[in-house]
């Protein structure tokens, strides 16, 4: 057996093995689709329209539930459904508030429910804004709704019992007339165009590949 020469080809090829076996090693792990659950505790669904040109009246929807898949390493957002519950609305007067509920306005007996759909949207990425075409239901209409989107940060929690969260902002425009919701419109009373204002931390669901 010629030594030299096993011993030169070994000599020539293990750098080429290591190198190989620590970019192995080094690699990152690539993620995948992970289910998320929006946190109706750090939910905020705000709407901001004119009143006869004095200014703005802002309001919110207290209740509202839902949840979506989102691939961190590709940034791409699936199967998105937030659902609204209609009848907690508050605008700070409980007489305003009477009149949103009734047929004037969201008609909470007939539709209790608000509901935005997106099957898939991105890429995003972090602190980039980037658009989200989705489906607004509102008052049994269904119609195309584009929101702005910035996904602001992804990381596990330091409150107990620390999840791991992703938090976002969005922001939209609709005209309620497009609904049927055509009271005050007319007479300029109450603007057509209404300003969505969301903000929104949702919970990455338990995985026991990751034990998180």
């Known amino acids: 057996m010629n030594h030299h020469r096993t011993f030169a080809t ?5 750098p ?9 090693a080094t690699a990152p792990v690539q993620a995948e689709p992970r289910q998320y659950v929006i946190d109706p505790e750090h939910l905020s669904i705000g ?6 040109g004095y200014a703005g009246t802002l309001g919110m929807f207290r209740k509202a539930e839902g949840s979506f898949t989102f691939d961190e390493e590709t940034g ?3 199967n998105l459904r937030v659902v609204v519950d209609t009848a907690s609305v508050f605008t700070n007067n409980d007489r305003r508030d009477k009149h949103l509920r009734d047929d004037d306005f969201l008609d909470v007996k007939k539709h209790p429910q608000v509901v ?18 989705g489906e607004l239901t509102l008052l049994g209409v269904t119609l195309p709704l584009t929101l702005q989107v910035t996904w602001n940060k992804s990381a596990t929690s330091p409150v107990p019992p620390a999840p791991y969260v992703l938090g976002a902002s969005a922001r939209g425009t ?3 007339s497009a609904f049927g919701m055509t009271y005050a419109v007319e007479n300029g009373w109450v603007d057509d165009d ?3 204002i969301i903000e929104v931390e949702a919970r990455r669901q338990f995985d026991s590949k990751t034990q998180q």
């Open 16 to 24: 080429t093995l290591l190198a190989g076996a620590l970019l192995l």
């Open 194 to 196: 209404v300003e969505l």
């Open 174 to 176: 609709l005209k309620r």
């Open 10 to 14: 070994v000599a020539r090829v293990l």
């Open 76 to 78: 791409q957002l699936s």
């Open 47 to 52: 709407f901001l329209t004119d009143h006869i």
């Open 116 to 133: 935005f759909a997106a099957a898939q949207g991105g890429p995003f990425r972090i602190g980039e804004s980037a658009p989200l075409a």
